[in-house]
């Protein structure tokens, strides 16, 4: 292929220029002279490419591929490594399929424990969620496959995603939409970035000028392509213009004879049909797979999945070490969920598993199964639960397997309940009445209510875990692996104690973002709000302590460390999280937010130091109006936690890398936060004017609260003119 420049795009024929901006079909680009076409295909945890019948939503069949767990399981994982891996075994697939680019990962923010594709997303917080699409982006496109980091941005709800209008404030989408995608784009240069089909405060993303190009390219530095969402584009011509460069689907000649007829009308400046066209030619040339698809390893690939999912499911609850499961025990395996699980989610990430082992194809030899209930139903069966419930009777120890059915949760729609079916919530009090050794494992592609928590003494959280569902689930039974999994997202008692109940999905054509920043563990832990499980909760078969915990500012950055101990007896992992909360910045603002994390492996009575650099960010807030990251000196509280509510450190620190707390004095200017924030130039316009002293004697009189919660422009109150206020102001802003 000839090395593609803007010469050789110039040397294309107008009609040639305009096949290349949109699909030449469902998943591939236009072919023109001196460039083949490339493959696109979704999608984040395996590879979904049809080779016949094209459909976005996974209902027609695709290549045999290795089903991996999906982003909420492997996000629970909390394992930038293990993230890179996944994006290394995902890239080898598409490379052996002649894939260009894969259509992944999805990096929106779980906002709504209703929202249908909240399994495909990572975490209600953008620091993890940001972590894990920048490994698994280094992974894939280390295997010289690119991706297309998903979907951009905003799209947090399924039900008429299509023309809702996400309508949010600049912080809380810079602070919690934005960063993730942020994060990935500087740190792992994805080869593209895939626009949503929403819009973000009355604009469609697909020609959001201000999203393409301004944020994402001027400001963030992106130089790949910008690809629709499927049938994303409403008006071509100006999705164009706004930074939009592959139209996708292809609308075929329609789309072709659109372009050409508004270049030549000037209605199109041919200069951006050609940036565009050749961005597209670029990805092509970068990215694109010649020659005949080839094996490589599924079983290998399957083992992996496994491991992921070890790395991955949490151990909820585990009173009285009900888990680990002793091998000699007689086993009750009861649940149509063990039999037919639910391993990944529907819609467009739907894979072709090469090789799925069930819950019951792996159960220990001598385990006996009821299948309970019904998944198609949520009606009890009078049979079905006289089985369970004698089995049950003759079996020492329970394992009960429940979820939500396919039919609940899926790309295209959002959920209307966080409650498991009627038919698994009674045959699992019935089964706790008979037998109190019942241990829960849930399968589910989001947050469930568990009403029922209290009754059973373990909660094994295993998601949406891939083919391999079956192996990993009882590594973690039966202790083969020591569960190290937290969670990505809280778990609240009930639906309605989330910050986005009732407005989530009441308005066809707005979604008001009125929780702003308090998403997820941001809402409940500033408002003391208990959850069933927070963020960042999951227990180990062992035991970790937290100790000697130091924070030190030096040579321009900030350093934490501090030692952590396996204080049990067998080998785990802990995910040692740390969070910051700004104490000093005159802003609304969450109680702590996760700034790092680490998972430390430890051996029984094994410590480690950790040391970690906090950088700038970590201490900054957007400020919508000097459009900057203002990091503020001043007081901060650094948290180590074991979960966000599980605090395990912590330590007050004056923070003095940021920007000193400008208090530019204006007659608004309350005399408390002048005098809270006296800057060198405040004490000396103080001193000059005399006013030092006065408002001395004013703020140490029984008044002082009053006096300090006033303007500078009231405080002819106490006997000061407006001409020394002025004054004083005129000296202090010099
Ligand atoms: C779907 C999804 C997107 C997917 C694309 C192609 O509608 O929103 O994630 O990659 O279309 O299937």
Avoid at 642 to 658: C, E, F, K, M, P
Wanted: net charge negative; charged share 25%.
């Amino acid at each position: 292929m000839t090395k593609v420049d803007l010469k050789f795009v110039e040397g294309l024929t107008l009609a040639e220029r305009a096949s290349l901006v949109t699909g030449h079909d469902f998943w591939f680009t236009a072919e023109v002279p001196g460039s083949k076409k490339m493959m696109l295909t979704d999608g984040p945890s395996g590879l979904r490419k049809q080779a016949d019948d094209a459909d976005a939503l996974g209902l027609n069949d695709s290549v045999d591929a290795v089903c991996f767990p999906c982003s909420a399981l492997t996000a629970a994982s909390f394992d930038d490594d293990g993230l890179l891996k996944l994006g290394q075994h995902l890239g080898i697939a598409a490379k052996a399929e002649r894939i260009g680019v894969l259509l992944g990962p999805g990096v929106n923010i779980k906002r709504s424990p209703l929202a249908g594709r909240n399994f495909e997303y990572f975490s209600e917080d953008p620091l993890l969620a940001g972590r894990m699409a920048t490994a698994y982006v280094k992974g894939v496109q280390s295997e010289d496959v690119g991706v297309s980091v998903k979907h951009f941005a905003l799209n947090n709800r399924e039900n008429q995603r299509f023309t809702s209008s996400s309508n949010v404030d600049e912080r809380t989408m810079r602070e919690i939409y934005l960063a993730q995608f942020e994060r990935v784009v500087k740190q792992a240069h994805p080869a593209t970035i895939m626009c949503s089909y929403n819009k973000i405060n009355g604009t469609l993303n697909s020609q959001n000028q201000r999203l393409l190009t301004r944020i994402l390219r001027d400001e963030w530095g992106f130089t790949g392509l910008v690809m629709s969402d499927w049938g994303a584009v409403a008006d071509h011509v100006a999705a164009l213009k706004a930074g939009l460069d592959l139209e996708m689907p292809g609308n075929g000649q329609a789309s072709v004879d659109e372009i050409v007829q508004a270049v030549n009308e000037g209605r199109l400046d041919e200069a951006i049909l050609n940036r565009s066209a050749l961005r597209v030619l670029k990805m092509v040339e970068r990215w694109g797979s010649e020659g005949e698809v080839s094996d490589y390893d599924k079983e290998e690939q399957h083992r992996f999945a496994r491991q992921l999912a070890d790395d991955g499911i949490v151990l909820l609850k585990n009173d009285d070490q009900e888990l680990p499961l002793t091998n000699d025990t007689k086993l009750a395996v009861i649940g149509e969920l063990a039999e037919h699980p639910r391993y990944q989610g529907a819609g467009s990430s739907h894979v072709n598993a090469h090789h799925l082992v069930s819950p019951l194809d792996a159960m220990p030899a001598g385990a006996r199964y009821a299948q309970g209930y019904e998944l198609t139903s949520d009606q009890e069966d009078e049979q079905l639960t006289a089985a369970a419930l004698d089995l049950a009777k003759q079996s020492d120890q329970v394992v009960f397997f429940a979820g939500f059915p396919a039919a609940m949760e899926s790309e295209g729609f959002d959920k209307t309940s966080i409650d498991l079916p009627a038919n698994q919530t009674e045959l699992l009090a019935k089964l706790r009445a008979v037998n109190p050794h019942l241990t829960v494992v849930l399968q589910n592609g989001s947050v469930v209510a568990m009403p029922w928590a209290d009754q059973v003494p373990a909660i094994v959280e295993t998601y949406l875990a891939g083919e391999a569902v079956g192996e990993a689930t009882w590594d973690i039974l039966l202790g083969r692996v020591n569960p190290s999994g937290k969670l990505s997202e809280s778990f609240p008692f009930k639906l309605s104690d989330n910050p986005t109940y009732p407005t989530f999905d009441q308005d066809k054509n707005n979604e008001n973002y009125r929780e702003g920043l308090l998403v997820g563990y941001r809402y409940y832990d500033s408002k003391h709000l208990p959850v069933r499980f927070p963020f960042g909760h999951g227990l180990s078969y062992t035991s970790f302590q937290y100790s000697d915990l130091a924070v030190k500012q030096a040579d321009g950055q900030l350093t934490v460390s501090f030692k952590l101990t396996n204080t049990g007896q067998v080998a785990g992992k802990e995910v040692a999280q740390i969070y910051v909360g700004n104490r000093v910045s005159m802003i609304e603002k969450p109680a702590k937010e996760l700034r790092d994390f680490v998972k430390v492996e430890l051996e029984p009575g094994q410590s480690k130091t950790i040391s970690r650099v906090l950088p700038r960010r970590a201490f900054a807030w957007y400020n919508p109006e000097q459009e900057v990251w203002q990091a503020d000196n001043g007081e901060y509280e650094i948290f180590i936690g074991s979960s966000v509510a599980d605090i395990r450190l912590h330590q007050r620190i004056d923070y003095q890398l940021g920007t000193p707390v400008q208090v530019r004095l204006t007659s608004e200017t309350y005399v408390g936060d002048m005098m809270k924030h006296q800057t060198p130039t405040i004490k000396r316009a103080l001193q000059e004017t005399g006013l030092a002293d006065k408002l001395a004697t004013i703020l140490n009189s029984d008044n002082a609260a009053i006096f300090a919660n006033i303007p500078l422009r009231s405080l002819v109150m106490a006997g000061i003119s407006p001409e020394e206020v002025q004054q004083l102001i005129r000296l202090a802003n010099a």
